[in-house]
């Protein structure tokens, strides 16, 4: 009897051993994992702090960098353009100009001629005047007045026309008044009779006509 019990008692020590052993060993591997775990979330988390760190520092750097600087050949290239624009632009501005003054100088030209030969017209006209009836029939006189009315053709088509006077309100930018009557058969300031022709060459007056002008 005494037998079975010491061995019933080694058989309970056992299980006792044992239960405390599994019972460590479940402790330890519960310790082991938690450390593992603890120890990848810790390096997990230095990592994104790292990034950031890392992300910070490119941004700071792009806020305060010195600007780049210019290439040498890009501001040349732009220095050559400018140039050239300004270059085109005072060329057409001289072409412009140089076309005005030959234009203002052809036309002081043209009025020069005219003036001279405006008394060439005025001997023609009072040449013609001068004729008698039957000598205006004659050949001679009919040349002449072909001639006369051919030089007034050409004028008329580079721009000389005749002033209108007879008839005419007086206006001091195109008459000149030599003479003035009271004539009711005229009306107040009209021009009443025409000494000489006056002339224009196309905007411009070359010679005023010289009126006697009535009221």
């Known amino acids: 009897m005494a037998e079975q019990d010491v061995k019933n008692q080694d058989v309970t020590m056992e299980e006792a051993e044992e239960t405390v ?19 990848a979330d810790t390096a997990e988390t230095q990592e994104t702090e790292n990034e950031e760190a890392a992300e910070s520092s490119k941004e700071g750097k792009g806020l305060f960098k010195k600007k780049e600087k210019k290439d040498k050949r890009d501001e040349q290239i732009a220095e050559l353009n400018d140039r050239v624009l300004r270059q085109m632009a005072e060329f057409e ?4 100009r140089t076309e005005k003054e030959k234009a203002m100088m052809f036309e002081i030209g043209a009025k020069s001629i005219v003036e001279k030969l405006l008394p060439v017209i005025d001997n023609f006209e009072r040449g013609l005047a001068a004729l008698s009836e039957e000598e205006r ?34 206006n001091p ?3 000149n ?3 003035h009557i009271e004539d009711e058969n005229f ?4 021009v009443a009779e025409e000494f000489q022709k006056g002339y224009m060459y196309k905007d411009s007056v070359v010679r005023h006509s010289m009126v006697k002008v009535a009221n």
């Open 21 to 39: 052993a599994e019972t460590m060993e479940a402790q330890t591997e519960e310790t082991v994992d938690g450390g593992t775990e603890e120890t």
């Open 137 to 170: 029939n004659g050949a001679f006189a009919q040349g002449i007045e072909k001639i006369y009315k051919q030089l007034l053709t050409e004028l008329a088509e580079a721009g000389v026309t005749p002033i209108e006077a007879v008839g005419k309100e007086f």
């Open 187 to 190: 009306g107040e300031n009209i």
């Open 173 to 175: 930018d195109f008459h």
């Open 93 to 96: 501005n001289f072409r412009k």
């Open 177 to 179: 008044a030599v003479m």
